[in-house]
């Protein structure tokens, strides 16, 4: 393992998004209890087995293109069904989910580890998240991570084969390039009209240099209503019909909200362990303005970006996203727009919150809430490559 925090063996694993990270588990939060974790199939053996832990399983998941068994949650869109008074139950026979969580292994291209940062115990003084990294790395043995980043990497190498074929074709590191480039731009009101304009009508020859990329961009009007698209946006978010699959915030209480559009209202609600809800907020959408952002609030969208930025993860949903689309569009614009999107998404969401404390700006806290609010949306985006 070299000191940058990649390493080389057989398989490249990058555990650069942990260095420098510490975590700690907040007693009481169980966010991680809400996400429903899937059971291996030799963890499902072992459930099976005994009484307590069966009565637990089910095959039915709240994300219905996720096969296999997992554990059931309380009234449906509640807690884990061994979750009690925010406590696991089953504490040292939990899934290799919970144990893992807040860390998510990524194959792409090859390994990369990235941290969930809904969850707030990262940041605390505690364990050294780039060490259990590694740890989680190597308990999958090279054997399995080799055969798993070899399937991957086919996926993605046919990918750019049909890209190149369309004419689209952009290496990701040209795109990522760009968006860094365009930092300013993308966490500006008026440069993200410019990215998602340039994202819908710019016409970008295969294998621009990033600098050409850039340039394009700034040369393109600002047409794109930013505030009207966040606002849709927004809505398409609350407006689901599973409760369990509404984003959920823990506030700094630790309490548990989630939001949820009924009739022409967001309308927010207290989740309890068992599912149970009660009202706390309606607010109309129109009314929720993206509020301007403080120094260090842009400072902490800019870090944020840049963290997005570096995310395979990410890099794959921009390719899933140009393959839907019929490579009708040069990946760098489709990467460009999804993510000036994701951060008008972000943008948008710590507004609500804010706005709901009856903050008038997003500084460094109403940042890190928002952050907080979406992390675990961004990493469960669709995307070619899994996580394991
Ligand atoms: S989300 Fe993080 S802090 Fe909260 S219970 Fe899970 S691991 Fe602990
Ligand atoms: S098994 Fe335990 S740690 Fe895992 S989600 Fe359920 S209650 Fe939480």
Redesign the pocket.
Known sequence: MSGDGSCNRIVEVDLSELTGRTYRCIDGC?L??L?Q?ELLPREEEAFRKDPKLSAGVTQSHISPEVKGAA?DLKGSHG?????TDRR????DA??H??RSFPLNVFVGWRIQVNVNLSCKGVGLRGEDLEARGRRLVEEYGQERLSDEVRTSKAVFDEFMRNARDALVAQPFSSARQAAALLREELTDLVGLSRVMTYAEYGRTRQDSPPVDIVRRVRETEAEADVAERAMMDGIELFDLPELSLLPVHVGEELTWSIFRLVGSNIVGYHLAEDGGLSETSRTEPSSVDLLPVEPEGLSRFGEYLELVNRRDCFAGHAAYLCSIEGYEYNLAQVYLGAIANNMVDLWWRSSLLAGLKGSESIGSREAGEGIAFFDMDLLDLPTIGAFM
Do not use: D, G, M, V
Request: with cysteine; hydrophobic share 35%.
């Open positions: 169980a991680c209890c996400c974790p554990i807690a884990c069904h061994f979750l696991c139950s089953i504490y939990r899934p989910f919970c």
